[in-house]
């Protein structure tokens, strides 16, 4: 079965770091491009970062850049997203997906909430 699956999400406190993972089973991510996107409370899920195949090029959303940076593993089963200075605005529920995302990979997501 071909799925993503995300882990690492917790509480943090505001500044804080966290380094979340994104786990292939079934299939390796070399060759795709690969996105990190965000669902706030009350608000649409947003794609906030995309890492190009071959890895030569990535994307970062105004409101996580120069913060958060991503990369893949070297055996290309994980996508890591590490998340500094974090901010209260940054509460909701992570996921990866391929970029453009593909319905069939969505999964349950890691929960981030940054409080004090």
């Known amino acids: 079965q071909l799925q993503l699956v995300e882990s690492g999400g917790g509480l943090v406190q505001p500044g804080g770091s966290l380094r979340l993972s994104c786990a292939a089973s079934?299939?390796?991510?070399?060759?795709?491009?690969m996105g990190w996107f965000r669902q706030a409370p009350g608000k649409e899920r947003e794609g906030i970062l995309c890492?190009?195949?071959?890895?030569?090029?990535?994307y970062y959303a105004d409101s996580v850049k120069g913060r958060f940076t991503v990369s893949r593993s070297v055996n290309n089963y994980a996508v890591y997203l590490q998340m500094n200075s974090l901010e209260p605005e940054d509460t909701g529920v992570y996921y990866c997906?391929?970029?453009?995302?593909?319905?069939?990979?969505w999964g349950q997501g890691t929960q981030v909430t940054v409080s004090s």
């Open positions: 079934g299939f390796t991510l070399d060759h795709y491009a």
């Open positions: 997906n391929r970029n453009p995302p593909r319905d069939e990979y």
């Open positions: 890492l190009s195949d071959g890895d030569t090029n990535t």
